[in-house]
């Protein structure tokens, strides 16, 4: 009874690893298997197209329309001077204040309280640094 059973779950695990091995795998480029039919259809040959003559003129192709170039995107226009808030701006390191709007940094002006777009001259210009 126990050589029975031995027997046959060898034999089964031996059709399981044999079953298990013949995994089809696609390959990675295309074929075409023929597939027999019942009717056998005479082979033909496919006759080639014509050729036409060729000339001894040279053939210039027509280049392609070109595309306008794309428009770059505009810029937003950023005021030179604005009115702020002196409790909205924020105060850097050495006293100034200064207040940043998408990216530009305007600089108050001490003499006339307004702030200015950030200029290299600011950093020689007594009215942009803080009173004593």
Avoid: Q
Wanted: with cysteine; aromatic share 8%; charged share 25%.
């Amino acid at each position: 009874m126990i050589r029975k059973v031995l027997v046959v779950a060898l034999v089964g695990s031996g059709i399981l690893i044999n079953s298990c091995s013949k995994k089809t795998v696609p390959s990675k480029t295309a074929s075409v298997t023929p597939v027999k039919t019942e009717k056998s259809e005479p082979a033909t040959k496919a006759t080639p197209a014509p050729v036409p003559a060729k000339t001894d003129t040279v053939a210039v192709a027509e280049p392609p329309a070109e595309k306008p170039a794309p428009k770059p995107a505009t810029k937003a226009d950023f005021p030179k001077v604005i009115s702020v808030n002196d409790n909205a701006a924020s105060k850097s390191v050495d006293g100034r204040l200064f207040y940043d709007v998408l990216g530009h940094r305007y600089w108050k002006n001490y003499s006339d309280g307004k702030y200015y777009l950030f200029d290299k001259s600011m950093y020689n210009n007594p009215d942009f640094k803080p009173p004593k």
